[in-house]
Every structure is written in structure tokens, then in C-alpha cells.
């Protein structure tokens, strides 16, 4: 919070950022649980989809969250409201659009790749040597 405190941002500003931070990360950790991951496998769907949607949908927001780190960075230094450079940024509300019609038209989802059930092989008493 000093480095903000000495740019002149406002605290409650800060406050967000950092709660925001802590919260999210930078891998948006609460969606990578895995508690997510047994669901996904449950669903048939690979792990490779939870990594990406997050990307898609997260981190491509963040500079639309005022109180997120990326959107605090983005007005600090623009000196620009985030509601006046949003309609903008059209990358960063059109993306998570897309990711959600493509995973609900089953479009870029990787389906979990099942192994063939294992076949008993019966045992065959045999000698030393290998003779039946």
C-alpha cells in the first residue's frame, strides 16, 4: 500500500487492489482447485480446459475490474475512468463471451482421452523353462 499511498492513488483504491489480488492471484487459484479437476474428470472433459478457461475469461477481464490490479494500473495510468476506456477494450468483454458460447456449443472441448479396460490375461502354470 506505500507505493500507491506515494503515487497519490486513494486507499480505498489500493485496499481493492490488494484484497482483489490476494483473492484471484495470478493464476486465479480458486478456479484451479482440485475439486474442479475431479468434476471436470467426472464430466469426461480433459484437464487442458480448466487451464484455458480461466485465461480466456479471467485474466482477458481483469483490466474491466476498477478495483482489480489490472484495472487500477490501467486507470492510474491512463488517468481515465475504466467505464470510459471499456467500450474500448473490446478483446476484454468479447472473449469471455466467445469462451462461453464455444464451451456451450462443445467447440474447443477436449474430451478426457479413456483407457481401454485393462484384459486378464489367465495364468498358465509352466516349468522352469517355460514348457506347459
Known sequence: MGVGVGLGLPAPLIAGAVLSGAYFGDKMSPLSDTTNTA???????????????????????DPLVPWGSGGSYQTATLGVPTILYAPFAVF?????????????????????EREAPAVAVPLVPTDSIGNK
Do not use: H, Q
Open 39 to 61: 468434476s471436470a474428470k467426472d464430466r469426461g472433459l480433459a484437464p487442458e480446459n480448466l487451464s484455458r478457461v480461466p485465461e480466456d475469461a479471467g485474466t482477458v477481464v
Open 92 to 112: 476484454c468483454w468479447v472473449s469471455p463471451l466467445v469462451t462461453i458460447l464455444f464451451g456451450y456449443m462443445g467447440w474447443t472441448i477436449k474430451p478426457l
